[in-house]
């Protein structure tokens, strides 16, 4: 498992944990019922607070990725296709707004944009 | 339940005084008291072990009111590295070992041992030979060995090498893995304090001007530097303090209150209390 | 305690080695042997002395050690110096008594001794409510001028001078021997109730 966590980034430290966790649940990497190491065992390796990294365990499970067992730890919850499905048309609805804005900005019609797609997409 | 807690403590010294002093440490965190020389650091850890006493307010250590009877057991739970204040000089570390094992219903001697030669301390060495780093050593190893569920270290990094700082700053990191271990440890210097503490607490002149989660201190807020004419848009309430050099404005300012598009910069904890503390004056 | 007597002790005996070694000359010369046991009763307070050079009272006071255990400490300190020195010295009398070399009578030396002893005690009772209350550095001449002159005053009125080496008892100290060990314990007994007090006030 490969957590990094930068300093220079105006990202919260918390953030920071919650994404990359989520990320690696999402991509498969972390599977399900796999034990995530120990809020105080990850603060003290990474060396960071043990508030913080609560706070990102926290927010995990508030999300439905992970599930805490009192006394036993955390783990990965069941994977949920239709949560995975809704997080990517999230993901790709803020990609689309971004350029949706920079098309904005240089005067491109939607047709000129949908064009574009398929190119992209016949190069594949 | 809190390692710590310090409600409307006060105390009076001629001229000095900690006032209505609110303080508190949840258990299996590190808080780092900071303040200049002078600011009540001292006095405040002096108020916490019962060694001076409170004129007012009420003082609890790992659970018990300090002027219980019940308290001189705490003090068996509590490890002790303070700055300036040794063993005697003419023992070595063999002695301390035998003082200690009487002193501590827990002393452990293997533990304590193991530590003097993970510090590089020869235990034939008497006290009065060591550096200062030594010195210092010698007194958290002390502080480890007897099962301690809460350290107390006053100024117990100043002076010391960096090298030598991160080393013992990594065995207090160490020794919080352990759920109700808390660590309580005050420097005038931030940066000494801010890569393990949890929380931080700002002494100034005897008042407690910041009592924070560090990372939160650091999302809320940020660095902005903009020229002077530029500085005028930003809203009154976003900004926590400005400095001005002439060629452009440096400001401290909250995140959460910003309108978006401005480059906001990551503050140092050390930068964040000297703005706050700055604009306390103000 | 017994890490407190601990600490005084391997301080002491470390740093003092000279001063044992005259302690023991001392009590080997008959007449002297007053001196030695002063000198035992002094060590408490070049136990203070180290103790504060070290500012160990301040890290003391956060240990599991209550303030009248820090007292009782250094008094308990000074009867066993004091006292092991005494029956050191009364050892020695013995030995040159049964050697035939003993000069003057067996009894009335163990009631020098036994008198030393106590007036030895009773001056460190004087001087630690002082030391606890001022510290030593700044009491270092109150505590040798205290303790000079009681040792002059015994000295002299044993002998018919200083350097005499004969003891002559006055009559009235088998009387007087009881008398002065129950004024010996009342003066010990209110001298740590004061040296209590002055080391909690210090806190305030």
């Known amino acids: 498992m490969e957590i990094i966590i930068k300093n220079s980034s105006g990202q919260p430290i918390y953030e920071q944990i919650y994404a990359q966790i989520k990320d690696m649940i999402l991509a498969g990497d972390l599977s399900e019922g796999e034990m995530l190491p120990s809020i105080r065992g990850l603060a003290k390796d990474l060396r960071i607070s043990v508030i913080t990294t609560k706070r990102a365990y926290d927010e995990l499970e508030r999300a439905g990725y992970v599930n805490t067992v009192g006394g036993k730890g955390c783990f990965v919850a069941e994977t949920n296709r239709e949560l995975i499905r809704e997080e990517h048309l999230k993901e790709i609805e803020i990609h689309m707004n971004e350029i949706a804005k920079l098309a904005k900005s240089c005067g491109l019609t939607n047709d000129t944009l949908i064009e574009m797609f398929q190119l992209l997409d016949l190069e594949e | ?282 | ?204």
Request: proline share 2%; hydrophobic share 45%; with cysteine.
């Open chain 3, 1 to 204: 305690m017994r890490g407190l007597l601990l600490k005084d002790w391997l301080v002491v005996i470390k740093q003092t080695k000279v001063y044992f070694v005259l302690m023991f000359v001392f009590a080997l010369i008959p007449g002297m042997g007053v001196y030695s046991i002063f000198f035992g009763a002094l060590l408490p307070m070049t136990a203070f002395a180290y103790d504060e050079r070290s500012r160990w009272g301040q890290m003391a006071e956060m240990m599991p050690y209550s303030p009248r255990k820090v007292v009782e400490e250094k008094y308990m300190f000074g009867y066993l110096m004091a006292g092991g020195i005494s029956v050191l010295e009364a050892v020695i009398q013995i030995l040159y008594y049964l050697a035939g070399a003993g000069q003057g009578g067996l009894a009335e030396n163990m009631a020098v001794i036994l008198v030393s002893v106590m007036m030895a005690l009773n001056v460190m009772a004087l001087q630690m409510p002082v030391i606890f209350r001022i510290g030593v550095e700044k009491s270092r001449i109150f505590l040798m001028f205290v303790t000079i002159s009681v040792m002059m005053a015994l000295q002299s009125f044993f002998s018919r001078s200083v350097f005499e080496t004969t003891v002559v008892l006055p009559e009235w100290s088998s009387f007087m021997l009881p008398g002065i060990l129950v004024v010996t314990l009342v003066i010990q007994l209110l001298s740590r109730m004061l040296s209590v007090k002055f080391c909690t006030d210090k806190k305030k």
């Open chain 2, 1 to 282: 339940m809190n390692a710590i807690e310090m409600k409307h403590v006060s105390k009076t010294y001629g001229s000095f005084a900690i006032k209505d002093l609110n303080l508190t440490l949840p258990e299996g965190c590190i808080l780092g008291l900071v303040g200049e020389n002078g600011a009540g650091k001292s006095t405040t850890i002096g108020l916490l072990m019962h060694a001076v006493l409170k004129e007012a307010g009420e003082i609890k250590v790992l659970g018990v009111d300090n002027t219980s009877k019940e308290f001189q057991d705490v003090r068996e739970d509590v490890g002790i590295v303070l700055d300036e204040a040794y063993f005697p000089e003419v023992l070595n570390g063999r002695d301390v070992n035998k003082i200690m094992k009487y002193t501590y219903k827990n002393w452990e001697e293997e533990t304590f041992f193991r530590y003097l030669t993970q510090f590089g301390i020869e235990r034939q060495k008497m006290f009065k030979e060591y550096s200062k780093g030594m010195k210092m050593k010698l007194a958290i190893a002390v502080a480890l060995s007897h099962r301690a569920r809460l350290l107390i270290l006053d100024e117990a990094t100043s002076g010391l090498d960096p090298i030598v700082r991160d080393e013992i700053l990594d065995i207090f990191n160490e020794f919080t893995r352990e759920e109700n271990h808390s660590v309580l440890i005050s420097s005038h210097i931030v940066s000494d304090l801010e890569k393990i503490c949890d929380y931080v607490a700002f002494l100034h002149q005897g008042t407690l001007v910041l009592h924070e989660e560090k990372d939160r201190l650091q999302e809320t807020y940020g660095i902005l530097r903009l020229g002077r004419k530029e500085a005028e848009d930003i809203p009154k309430e976003a900004i926590a303090g400005v400095r001005d050099n002439g060629y452009y404005k440096e400001m401290l300012v909250k995140r959460r209150l910003l309108p978006g598009n401005y480059t906001i910069e990551r503050a140092g904890i050390e930068e964040i209390i000297l703005y706050l503390a700055r604009g306390e004056q103000i």
